[in-house]
């Protein structure tokens, strides 16, 4: 139990373009979904929290109008890398927590790695 | 910032025991140690989490001081998959809007496992 999915993989795309990744929680329902990046050889940054049906919650220096962050379902989030860049090559992280309750667990997905030329 | 320090590095000969050791001396009475890896190029897997006792899972084992300043996290009998970064979290008091706590994830420990 406890899957979480992440659609593309990976993506190549072109400077000035949008790229948008999907968040799924495959066996449970996901009340809020979390979106992380990872730089090479670094730890994982926090980069918003999401609710279902709610606007996201970014962090400290996230652009949110660059990174557009839709939770459409309890099974869904997706994050939009608007405008894309060469320093928005990362390997980019959802996961999802079933509750709000103290001491809920977290459940990552594969990631999915962008490549902005 | 990150509540725990890991050490950056740490070797194992496969199949002895794996002891991954995670300082937090600042936390909270209401906060969880968690514990998650990532091998590489793929998400973070949950391994085990407590509170206060020390747990045991398929997985592996976690031992919480007294004094919850500091855990242990054993793999009892390590194999090469397990080659990983491995990550101690301390659940973050920030109350997110969300109403679910924030993970603050620190630097990790880099464990090889050893043929």
């Known amino acids: 139990g406890a899957v979480v999915s992440q659609h593309p993989s990976w993506v190549i795309c072109k400077s000035g373009t949008s790229v948008k990744i999907e968040c799924r929680s495959l066996d449970f329902q996901a009340t809020t979904m979390f979106w992380y990046r990872q730089f090479p050889k670094q730890s994982l940054m926090l980069m918003a929290t999401?609710?279902?049906?709610?606007?996201?919650?970014?962090e400290q220096g996230v652009e949110k109008d660059k990174f557009l962050i839709n939770h459409a379902s309890l099974t869904l989030s997706t994050l939009t890398v608007t405008s894309a860049h060469p320093e928005d090559s990362s390997f980019y992280i959802c996961s999802a927590a079933s509750s709000g309750r103290a001491g809920d667990t977290q459940y990552f997905g594969p990631g999915t790695r962008l490549t902005v030329l | 910032d990150a509540k725990t320090t890991q050490p950056p590095s740490m070797d194992c000969a496969e199949g002895r025991a794996a002891n991954l050791p995670c300082n937090h001396s600042?936390?909270?009475?209401?906060?969880?140690v968690y514990w998650y890896r990532q091998i590489h190029s793929q998400g973070p897997q949950y391994i085990i989490h407590g509170l206060k006792n020390n747990e045991t899972n398929e997985m592996a084992s976690l031992i919480i001081t007294e004094d919850r300043k500091s855990s242990t996290l054993i793999l009892p009998h390590a194999t090469l998959r397990d080659t990983a970064v491995y990550y101690c979290i301390v659940r973050a008091t920030v109350f997110s809007t969300s109403g679910t706590y924030k993970y603050i994830f620190g630097t990790g420990t880099r464990l090889k496992v050893l043929a």
């Open positions: 600042t936390i909270s009475g209401n906060e969880y």
């Open positions: 999401s609710n279902e049906g709610s606007k996201a919650t970014y």
